[in-house]
């Protein structure tokens, strides 16, 4: 089976910086867009930062200028850079594979990690 495993959460103070990192493990073939998503609570899950497989990036306006998605295709995983973070960046953020292929043939479209929680204090 595939797995997105997520690393990197935590607590921090207004205006430092994080870095969270999503691996794609298992047998995998390739992977195309992965992505960035958060959830506040009582809030809808909302679209932070995506990557396609050739490096196209695409950022929530609310995170532009702050947020930087990267990803190393050798090792399957998706990175998120994140600094001058702010307590409206406080949520769980859920990692995102548009599409990933594994060695035996099996597709699997739209997967996503378990979240990690990221706590911006005032």
């Known amino acids: 089976q595939v797995q997105l495993v997520e690393s990197g959460g935590g607590l921090v103070q207004a205006g430092g910086s994080l870095r969270l990192s999503c691996a794609a493990s298992?047998?995998?073939?390739?992977?195309?867009?992965m992505g960035w998503y958060r959830q506040a609570p009582g809030k809808q899950r909302e679209s932070v930062a995506v990557?396609?497989?050739?490096?196209?990036?695409n950022y929530a306006d609310s995170v532009k200028g702050r947020f930087t998605i990267s990803r190393d295709n050798a090792k399957n995983t998706v990175y998120l850079q994140m600094t001058s973070l702010k307590p409206d960046d406080t949520g769980v953020y859920y990692c995102?594979?548009?599409?990933?292929?594994?060695?035996?043939?099996?597709?699997?479209?739209?997967?996503w990690g378990q979240g990690t929680q990221v706590t911006v204090s005032s």
């Open positions: 995102n594979a548009d599409r990933i292929r594994l060695a035996d043939g099996r597709v699997y479209e739209h997967y």
């Open positions: 990557i396609s497989s050739g490096g196209r990036t």
């Open positions: 298992g047998m995998i073939f390739s992977v195309n867009a």
